[in-house]
């Protein structure tokens, strides 16, 4: 099964931005959502999360590979994005990563997918590969340079694609292959085959034979047979004695050669001086050596610039450093001094960063100095990473002194923003640092910041000159817009302008205001009509919600007359309610209704004015009303009819009476007819 065959179009975003780690595993599961190879977002997540804590999936050099294989998955798939700008993923190497590929397996069943699996990870290898995914323009021509490269890495005229081995042996002309490896990675995806295709590279490059077995999840492949073994180990064991040998002669001729050159110079210096060079006056030659070479070291370090902001960390964090726990923090300890504490107190790594900037290829010295905390002197490790990786030793670290930590690193030549990472090693084992330096040559900063200000006085004077197309052009203005960036620490604002409209964005809120011509429009998390909140223009405030347009408050006038002005409220169509309310509590979570309007059938069924609170009248006339269903005081009112005696008269002279009678009227409580 081929690459291409596990992307799709869906699962694919070039150019994408995001913000950090967790910003970028979301973007990615949504384009496995968007694939159809997932049932459960929540569930296929959680797995991606839980390889992360076991470390890592950024392997450096840009990469990153998150993986699951996971019962939420229905079919092996691969979700792909490219990140111009890059993204701190705590990747191997301490840089940011831009290529990744995110993968989804099936808990159960076959493992087919892992052919095309381990040739992706291969594949990636070539930085000249990788670096034209990152300038693909189009879906298309992402998808055409992954398939002309795995064919190019695995021609087709292979008798079985699927058993051909990730790295092919090679032998020397004798037969005998120099060098046997064997890779293996706990989940068997990707990294088993990426590095048994780096050990296969540098081989080539020393020009030395090579077979490597691999050790994934679908098993072992290329196997190393025991012939091969026991081959080796013969021929290693020839070469060693040869080797042994050799190493006696050398050491032999150097003795006699040396004791030569001595008795030389001490039969020379003897007639000079009238003594013999005595083995104390060599042990003091040698210690002024040693002096020398250290005075000259001291020399070369007056020479070079510190890259490091705030590394004694006597303001604490400043806006350079970057602490991944709330539980690393800048302590005074009564016999260290001022120093960062870091503390790994679960699987998850701890550490802090430092941003150093974009630097000049070259050789850096990193050096910091490392204590441990008391009671952890045993198991206490610093792990330091700028583009490559050393821990210290077990045991090396003190609680009650320093240790100095240094060693040189050679940088390629790079335009990306290279960053240092200091990491508690040992769950449990707190670690304190200071001192922290990344010195490069002097004359190479020098000559940076030179540039810096050469094109700085040089844009100023096209400037003072007036020359406008000299300024459009050094201002680099885009066919279709100018962006603009303010940045301090991990907060920014932009500004992009566009021919018709202007777009203002703030990265530590997701919140964008787009000015058009006439109007200030506010967005949330993207500028997009399902995003829009609200527009000002010349009829007043609206309002917007999910892609409906609900309503605005502005002004307007009367139909019949227009000379009268007013404010008013206006509920759109699409709107279906208009309310009035108020949150009861401090902490509670939704509001109140005072007073709404509902259309028929939605928040209420019959359309209308609804209370949702008291109506006090303070004496004032409430006229022109018909009351329906009411009580006065908690008692519900009458309906029915009273009668009335209306005339009382004598029926006979024995004192007999009668009387004539008419009924009132009364409807909740009011009297609507009376006998007249």
């Known amino acids: 099964m081929r690459i291409t065959e596990l992307l799709q179009d869906a699962t694919i975003d070039l150019g994408v931005k995001v913000n950090s780690k967790e910003e970028a595993i979301d973007?990615?599961?949504?384009?496995?959502?968007?694939?159809?190879?997932?049932?459960?977002?929540?569930e296929y997540k959680k797995g991606i999360?839980?390889?992360?804590?076991?470390?890592?999936?950024?392997?450096?050099?840009?990469?990153?590979?998150?993986?699951?294989?996971?019962?939420?998955?229905?079919?092996?798939?691969?979700?792909?994005?490219?990140?111009?700008?890059?993204?701190?993923?705590?990747?191997?190497?301490?840089?940011?990563?831009?290529?990744?590929?995110m993968i989804a397996a099936p808990a159960e069943g076959s493992d087919v997918h892992l052919e095309a699996l381990s040739r992706l990870s291969v594949i990636l290898m070539d930085p000249v590969f990788k670096d034209s995914l990152l300038k693909a323009t189009s879906k298309e021509e992402y998808l055409a340079l992954i398939d002309k490269k795995e064919t190019e890495k695995f021609p087709e005229e292979a008798a079985k694609e699927e058993e051909k081995p990730a790295v092919q042996e090679e032998k020397a002309d004798d037969g005998t292959i120099r060098v046997l490896a064997v890779t293996a990675c706990p989940t068997g995806i990707a990294h088993t085959f990426m590095a048994a295709e780096s050990l296969e590279n540098k081989a080539k490059e020393m020009g030395i034979t090579l077979k490597a077995?691999?050790?994934?999840?679908?098993?072992a492949k290329n196997v190393l047979t025991k012939e091969e073994i026991e081959k080796n180990m013969e021929t290693y064991r020839t070469a060693y004695s040869e080797y042994g040998s050799a190493v006696t002669e050398y050491q032999t001729a150097v003795s006699i050669a040396i004791e030569a050159a001595a008795n030389a110079y001490a039969a020379e210096k003897a007639n000079s001086v009238g003594e013999t060079v005595t083995k104390e006056m060599t042990a003091k030659i040698e210690s002024t050596a040693s002096e020398i070479t250290l005075l000259c070291k001291t020399i070369e370090e007056h020479n070079m610039h510190n890259y490091v902001a705030g590394g004694d960390f006597k303001d604490g964090f400043t806006d350079e450093w970057y602490t991944s726990s709330e539980n690393n923090e800048v302590i005074t300890d009564s016999t260290l001094g001022v120093c960062a504490k870091i503390s790994k107190t679960s699987s998850t790594p701890s550490y802090i960063r430092c941003k150093?900037?974009?630097?000049?290829?070259?050789?850096?010295?990193?050096?910091?100095?490392a204590a441990a905390a008391s009671g952890s002197e045993s198991n206490a490790r610093v792990q330091c990473t700028f583009y490559s990786t050393q821990t210290t030793a077990y045991g090396l670290l003190k609680s009650t002194e320093w240790t100095t930590v240094e060693r040189e690193v050679t940088l390629p030549e790079s335009t990306s923003t290279r960053y240092l990472y200091l990491y508690a090693y040992t769950q449990g084992a707190a670690v304190y640092v200071k001192d922290v330096e990344v010195l490069g040559q002097m004359s190479v900063y020098t000559e940076a910041q030179l540039k810096i200000n050469s094109d700085s006085i040089t844009q100023e004077v096209k400037r003072a000159k007036g020359i406008e197309d000299e300024l459009r052009a050094s201002i680099k203005v885009n066919a279709e817009n100018i962006t603009s960036c303010v940045t301090k620490g991990n907060v920014g604002s932009y500004i992009t302008q566009y021919?018709?409209?202007?777009?203002?964005?703030?990265?530590?809120?997701?919140?964008?205001?787009?000015?058009?011509?006439?109007?200030?429009?506010?967005?949330?998390?993207?500028?997009?009509?399902?995003?829009k909140r609200a527009v000002f223009d010349e009829q007043g405030n609206h309002f917007y919600r999910?892609?409906?347009?609900?309503?605005?408050?502005?002004?307007?006038?009367?139909?019949?007359?227009?000379?009268?002005?007013?404010?008013?409220?206006?509920?759109?169509?699409?709107?279906?309610?208009?309310?009035?309310?108020?949150k009861p509590t401090e902490g509670a979570s939704s509001y109140t209704t005072i007073l709404c309007y509902s259309r028929a059938n939605s928040i209420f069924t019959q359309a209308g004015?609804?209370?949702?609170?008291?109506?006090?009248?303070?004496?004032?006339?409430?006229?022109?009303?018909?009351?329906?269903?009411?009580?006065?005081?908690?008692?519900?009112?009458?309906?029915?009819t009273l009668p009335v005696v209306l005339e009382i008269h004598k029926t006979d002279n024995n004192g007999g009476i009668g009387w004539t009678y008419g009924n009132v009227y009364i409807k909740n409580g009011l009297i609507t007819s009376i006998p007249q």
Request: net charge negative; hydrophobic share 35%.
């Open 499 to 531: 021919y018709n409209n202007v777009i203002v964005a703030f990265n530590n809120s997701s919140k964008y205001v787009q000015i058009n011509a006439g109007e200030i429009a506010i967005y949330d998390y993207g500028v997009s009509a399902s995003k």
């Open 49 to 101: 999360l839980a390889r992360e804590a076991n470390g890592t999936t950024g392997i450096g050099g840009g990469i990153a590979i998150p993986h699951s294989k996971n019962k939420a998955v229905t079919k092996a798939g691969l979700a792909s994005m490219t990140v111009p700008d890059g993204v701190d993923y705590e990747a191997m190497d301490g840089e940011p990563s831009d290529v990744f590929f």
């Open 356 to 369: 150093i900037g974009v630097l000049p290829a070259g050789t850096y010295r990193v050096r910091y100095k």
């Open 27 to 42: 973007h990615l599961v949504d384009l496995m959502v968007k694939g159809g190879n997932i049932t459960d977002r929540e």
């Open 609 to 640: 004015l609804h209370l949702g609170c008291n109506m006090y009248g303070h004496g004032w006339i409430l006229d022109n009303v018909d009351l329906r269903n009411c009580s006065a005081n908690g008692y519900t009112t009458f309906t029915g």
């Open 213 to 219: 077995e691999t050790n994934g999840s679908g098993g």
């Open 546 to 582: 999910d892609n409906y347009y609900v309503g605005k408050i502005g002004t307007n006038q009367w139909v019949d007359n227009n000379a009268h002005k007013g404010l008013v409220f206006d509920l759109e169509t699409q709107g279906k309610y208009m309310a009035w309310a108020q």
